[in-house]
């Protein structure tokens, strides 16, 4: 009988009996498991049950056991191998490491035993989350420090960035092209923005113009940002105009919306660790009734967070939930108004809009305001109430009324980032003449959605699904399709198919079409020149057989320098 020190690579060591047998160390077995936190039951004096997690697969030692297979190795027990002594077993190392897949190196003249690389065991698991946890909530003491904050450039002057198209139809080049210029500069405080634009081809002489002036004001809350000239304007169904808009929301929204509590249910003892894009964020036990929880920041749009459970045993649980800010929402206790006025680009001359909003909580949000339009046939004006919220994290729910408009409801239930169900149902005011926020001679129109990701891990590969239904004066549309995306290299392929039923007085017509569309984006390991080319393409055929439609593109963008970059595509469609 000899005292060795047992040493865990460089994380632990400890002084334990063992036994030398020809230069074989024997090792007690309760001991070694017990520091390596493996989980262990004993049966009686002369038998051990090892449970090995994550898999939970058992291993059975026992005293007279010639052959053991375990689910890391198999090993052959000599007659001097396995031992009993005063209540306690004694395995040779090399046997012991073929079970448990390690390897130990013993020194007689120093008296130590070492497990070479421990990284496998629960016992370094253990250490590395216990270190994680600590450097978590020294960050914590410490805090992290404001958000980064860049000064608004308040100068007259600024610079100037422009942006440029051109585009040639290959059918007539010349006679057919179009054009777009934008420049841009920071000026007077502010942002100011010209764009033009031919309508239609180039030779036509048709020119559209815009110009605005952006202004901003993080600081003030009665007033963020005004923009005076081309622009969006507020209201029931934003459109574009030219004349005035002024808010006090935010120009550019924090990223931290708030906070949300992620949590569950297990068995007490356990401990659950909230990792947000690998990064260990939040760390809980599970309390005596089984409960453990987090309050985690969130932003808006999708919040996944994965959880990993370590139960008292070394059992591993692996899933995770999601809380999902939709676009709507504001924070609680807040209000913001938006109001416009100008003139209308399209079916009015003119208009003005006033919006309200207040966040009843983090979760619920109303809103509700006017719109009123000028047009050759008389004036209209459609007051407005809209409700938006998630009563819990996986459901979202929106509602929407405008007087001599709509009446709109939709559903979006999302309890992993994985799969997503949602629906909406909107009724139109056929009553009223050349309408203005909703299609004319419409009177109600259904939507259903569906993605599911099969395989989590796999990102580029999902189903997805859609159907509407449109009921109008003349007859119902209906349109359904279902589609794949899988992911190869840099290539995504996007098999579909799609159905198409129009009914009307006079009967019906229903048509099925295939296709096939696939996109290739730029790969760098193709060199310098052939690694900037990117191309998207798509057929398909209707149910007889034939070409219904195709197209193809392909684009090359270069940088000229740093203040210069060129791209050009060509592509040809045919329908």
């Not at 660790?273 to 987090?294: C, K, P």
Request: aromatic content about 10%; hydrophobic content about 40%.
């Amino acid at each position: 009988e000899v005292l060795v020190q047992l040493r865990f690579g460089r994380v632990l060591a400890r002084t334990i009996p063992s036994y030398l047998h020809d230069d074989s160390a024997l090792l007690p077995v309760n001991e070694f498991l017990r520091l390596a936190v493996i989980p262990f039951n004993t049966e009686g004096d002369s038998a051990i049950v090892i449970v090995l997690y994550p898999s939970g697969r058992q291993l059975r030692i026992a005293v007279g056991d010639t052959l053991i297979t375990g689910p890391r190795g198999t090993a052959v027990i000599g007659p001097d191998d396995l031992i009993e002594r005063q209540g306690m077993l004694y395995l040779a190392t090399e046997p012991l490491g073929q079970l448990l897949d390690l390897r130990f190196l013993v020194d007689w003249s120093e008296l130590y035993v070492l497990v070479e690389d421990p990284r496998s065991l629960p016992l370094v698991l253990r250490l590395e989350r216990d270190a994680t946890r600590r450097a978590l909530l020294r960050t914590r003491a410490f805090g992290g420090g404001p958000d980064l904050m860049l000064p608004a450039d308040r100068s007259r002057w600024s610079g100037i960035v422009a942006d440029y198209a051109w585009t040639l139809p290959g059918d007539d080049p010349l006679a057919g092209s179009s054009y777009a210029l934008a420049l841009g500069s920071g000026a007077f405080g502010g942002s100011l923005e010209f764009g033009v634009r031919s309508l239609g081809a180039a030779s036509s002489g048709k020119v559209h113009v815009d110009a605005s002036w952006f202004g901003f004001w993080p600081a003030n809350s009665y007033l963020r940002q005004l923009r005076v000239g081309s622009g969006t304007s507020f209201g029931v169904r934003p459109r574009a105009i030219r004349g005035v808009s002024l808010s006090n929301s935010p120009n550019v929204r924090q990223s931290t919306f708030g906070f949300n509590q992620y949590g569950g249910r297990l068995s007490p003892g356990w401990e659950v660790e909230a990792y947000r894009s690998g990064q260990l964020v939040a760390f809980d036990s599970v309390d005596a009734t089984g409960r453990f929880s987090f309050d985690l920041p969130v932003v808006r749009g999708e919040n996944p967070v994965d959880l990993i459970a370590y139960g008292p045993s070394g059992e591993v649980r692996r899933f995770d939930q999601t809380y999902r800010v939709i676009p709507q929402l504001i924070p609680g206790g807040t209000a913001e108004y938006g109001f416009s006025a100008g003139q209308c680009q399209g079916v009015c001359d003119a208009m003005v809009s006033g919006d309200l909003r207040y966040g009843l909580s983090q979760r619920w949000t109303i809103g509700g305001g006017v719109d009123r339009f000028w047009r050759g046939g008389g004036s209209l004006t459609h007051p407005y109430l809209a409700i938006a919220g998630s009563p819990i994290n996986a459901v979202s729910v929106e509602a929407e009324a405008a007087y001599q408009g709509f009446v709109r409801a939709g559903l979006r239930y999302e309890p992993s980032i994985h799969l997503r169900l949602s629906g909406e149902h909107t009724i139109y005011d056929d009553g009223v003449v050349d309408p203005v926020i909703t299609p004319a001679n419409s009177f109600s129109r259904t939507t259903l959605l569906g993605f599911y990701r099969p395989v989590p891990r796999v990102q580029g590969f999902y189903f997805d699904a859609r159907a509407d239904h449109l009921r109008r004066l003349d007859g119902t549309t209906s349109r359904v399709r279902l589609g794949a995306a899988a992911q190869a290299w840099n290539v995504s392929m996007l098999p579909f198919v799609r159905l198409e039923r129009q009914a009307t007085a006079t009967g019906s017509v229903q048509e099925t079409f295939l296709g096939f569309a696939a996109s290739m984006l730029p790969r760098r390991q193709l060199g310098r020149i052939l690694g900037q080319i990117n191309a998207r393409g798509s057929l398909e055929w209707n149910s007889s057989g034939s070409l219904h439609a195709a197209a193809f593109n392909v684009g090359y963008a270069v940088m000229l320098g740093t203040r210069i970059n060129a791209g050009a595509q060509i592509g040809r469609a045919h329908v």
